[in-house]
């Protein structure tokens, strides 16, 4: 297990890697005078938190309405469970309080570079490398994995998902 809150120079760690969207969050920042926007974010950051922090993760950061999450190898298949309560538990917070969104989810498993970015005076654990950029580049409308993380996940935990098979695509052969 990684303590990302001792990690003091950079490491190497194969990693969970997950990114979470609202979506509708201009409607809903349209919606909300800015005090409550704010606390709608805040609370949403709290929930956000404990769920990923429950099974054994860390959210990165957020920005905005999205946020990055990560989790040790060992917790692969929690955290693959916690984002889906966190995806519900999302649905749950927004509806019982007027607002329309789903939480787009989004994860990747592989090799990262981890440690402290940031300005002199503020430093912050931070993911950095190809795996962070494919978690990120992940097509979904709804919570998609990457095949990595499927060979991670246990059997259960597997069934929660079907496979996608992109549409076939030709090009001009010369």
Request: hydrophobic content about 45%; glycine content about 8%.
């Amino acid at each position: 297990m990684i303590d990302f809150s001792s990690i003091k120079s950079p490491i190497e760690a194969d990693l969970l890697i997950s990114f979470f969207d609202l979506t509708n969050f201009i409607k809903i920042s349209n919606s909300l005078s800015t005090l409550e926007l704010f606390d709608a974010l805040s609370q949403f950051y709290e929930l956000a938190g404990s769920v990923v922090e429950k099974s054994g993760g860390r959210v990165i950061k957020f920005i905005g309405d999205a946020g990055l999450a990560v989790f040790s190898e060992e917790y692969a298949d929690a955290g693959v469970r916690s984002l889906i309560a966190l995806q519900k538990e999302t649905g749950r917070f927004f509806t019982a309080r007027g607002l329309q969104t789903r939480l787009i989810v989004k994860a990747h498993f592989g090799r990262a570079a981890c440690g402290p970015l940031g300005t002199l005076s503020d430093k912050r654990i931070d993911v950095i490398g190809d795996a962070v950029n494919t978690a990120a580049t992940l097509a979904s409308k709804g919570f998609a994995i990457s095949p990595q993380v499927f060979r991670k996940l246990s059997a259960e935990t597997r069934r929660y998902f079907a496979k996608l098979t992109p549409p076939i695509t030709y090009i001009l052969s010369e």
